[in-house]
């Protein structure tokens, strides 16, 4: 596709519902992140994929977050037994190796 | 956690006037990059500098990298009203994975 798009761009869940954020890279490219955007900072890293290997999951801030990239391409961000802490926006970003960073336009996650 | 801090945290400014932000780091880094991200959307890349340049221009926009110093900034010549946003620095340590570390932002406002 042209750029990278992200599904849904909204959600409200209530708390404890379990979540799946969708990202869909730009074709060909092998790296892709995810990083979590609290309101008025800045992103912060989750996770790192290069094709479907997921080479650091430093960033994920608890066991309830769960990312998989399964065939190298489309990439789903799980969270499960959502808590208002969880509320941000999540952004997926893919590149080529050594390139910069594409951003798609996130996921606004609100948990009530 | 945060890699950087960035100064101000907002900034006011008339249409046509230069804009500058700053931004310290903490870590050796590979490389620094500025980033657009307008209410609502994703992040834009503007600008990457390499650990091993000090200046950079692109159009409008210059950055400068002082390493000892671990800082840099961002200048935004001739503002217009379309340059309203929030900027972020991010660096990364690694040429090739791009794992970015953001700071917090400088919101700027140009007023017409």
């Known amino acids: 596709g042209a750029g990278v798009s992200q599904s849904p761009r909204y959600k409200v869940a209530k708390r404890g519902q379990d979540v799946a954020l969708r990202c869909d890279p730009i074709?060909?490219?092998?790296?892709l992140f995810w990083y979590q955007q609290a309101l008025g900072q800045g992103p912060e890293f989750l996770t790192y994929?290069?094709?479907?290997?997921?080479?650091?999951k430093s960033g994920l801030p608890s066991d309830r977050f769960f990312a998989e990239r399964p065939e190298g391409s489309v990439s789903t961000l799980k969270i499960q037994r959502t808590q208002q802490e969880d509320s941000a926006v999540y952004l997926c970003?893919?590149?080529?190796?050594?390139?910069?960073?594409?951003f798609g336009q996130g996921t606004r996650l609100t948990v009530v | 956690s945060q890699q950087g801090e960035e100064d101000p945290q907002a900034l006011s400014i008339q249409e046509g006037e230069n804009a500058t932000m700053n931004c310290s780091y903490k870590t050796s880094i590979n490389n620094l990059q500025w980033y657009r991200q307008n209410s609502g959307r994703g992040l834009v890349h503007l600008i990457l500098i390499r650990s091993n340049e000090r200046e950079k221009h692109s159009g409008r926009l210059r950055v400068t990298l002082d390493t000892s110093k671990k800082s840099s900034s961002l200048l935004i010549t001739a503002s217009r009203a379309a340059d309203t946003a929030s900027y972020f620095c991010a660096t990364s340590a690694d040429q090739g994975a791009q794992k970015l570390v953001f700071g917090q932002g400088t919101r700027l406002t140009i007023n017409p």
């Open positions: 074709s060909g490219h092998v790296s």
């Open positions: 970003a893919s590149s080529t190796t050594g390139a910069r960073a594409f």
């Open positions: 994929f290069q094709n479907e290997a997921q080479l650091d």
